[in-house]
């Protein structure tokens, strides 16, 4: 091997990142050679002092801290990551979204009302034709939730709604 | 057995916040270290580690788990780290254009000497980015060159490169300080 091939492996020779061939050959080569013996030397001092480099330790005050500093900045930042669900509890467009849900429920109930002719007395609209195969709202159990958060339960029955009648709903008005 | 990574991710993306608190116990003191490697200051050091967190917590859900967590937070710390000293760059450049003009002439003979004193500090500091992650991945955190490529989004080949490179240079850069 050359001096210049040796120069270019001395970091993956000193990494333990050559072949055992090649650890053979640089090292048959070092053997004789001064020059390459001392630029690997240097190379060799290089890393020893840069990973003698330390960082200072903060101290466990800092550590300790350190989650609920994180904790805190997440806190908050999360309504920023959360803006578009904002918008979207925003009062304006829960009123736009309980809009929709009546008018959609409007008409259904409507397209009810032409397919049977007149309701007859104690039966409910949604006795109708078509009512077995739509979803009824109460069957799921938004009570809990509705109390919680409102916002949330309307955009949920909308988009019940949406997935699976809507598309029969306007196909039959 | 110890919980891992992502058990502790999916308890937190479950509302368990005692697995947040875990996991950054637990990726703290990495994550610090390589910012102060990068940055050489407690300060900015301690504020990029938070950020790093930060980021990894709000955006939990786009992480998809075809590295170990600890590299992801590596990745995010490094990006943040880019990111500093482009803008420490822009500052510095700002600031020594207004030093020229209003600072007494010893102001830069005390820096040159204080810089002087440590030349491998120095050396490292000017070190191009790419090879300066190289360099202290491999060093100080003994990653692999495959883990290194995946953290800096190269190629395995390409981060032995930049850390031959970082080496080669700091080995000039000492050379020529004690000739």
Known sequence: MTCNEIKELTVPYLELDLEPSRVRDVTTHLNGCAGCRAEMEAVRQVLVRVKGMAVPDPGDQFWRGFPQRVRREVARQQPSARRTWNVIRAPGWSLAFAASLLLVVGAWSLKGLLDTGPVPSGQSVTQGPNAADLPSLDDADWAPSWEDDPDMVLVEMATQLDRQTMDRLFAGI | ????????????????????????????????????????????????????????????????????????????????????????????????????????????????????????????????ARQREALVLRVYHDHAFSEIGVIMSCSEGTAKANYHHAVDKLRRALMAGEG
Not at chain 2, 1 to 19: F, H, I, N
Not at chain 2, 45 to 66: C, P
Not at chain 2, 85 to 102: K, P, T, W
């Open chain 2, 1 to 128: 057995m110890a919980t891992s990574d992502y058990q502790l991710l999916d308890r937190y993306a479950a509302g368990d916040e005692s697995a947040f608190e875990e996991l950054v116990m637990r990726h703290q003191k990495t994550v610090y270290n390589l910012a102060y490697r990068m940055l050489e200051n407690h300060a900015d050091a301690a504020d990029l580690a938070q950020k790093t967190f930060v980021q990894a917590f709000l955006h939990h859900r786009s992480f998809k788990r075809e590295s170990s967590f600890r590299t992801w937070l590596y990745q995010i710390c490094l990006n943040q780290c880019r990111n500093a000293l482009r803008d420490r760059a822009r500052l510095v450049h700002e600031d020594v254009e207004e030093l020229a003009l209003a600072a007494p002439q010893d102001t830069f003979t005390q820096v040159a000497r204080s810089e002087l004193r440590d030349r491998l500090g120095q050396a490292i500091r000017t070190l191009p």
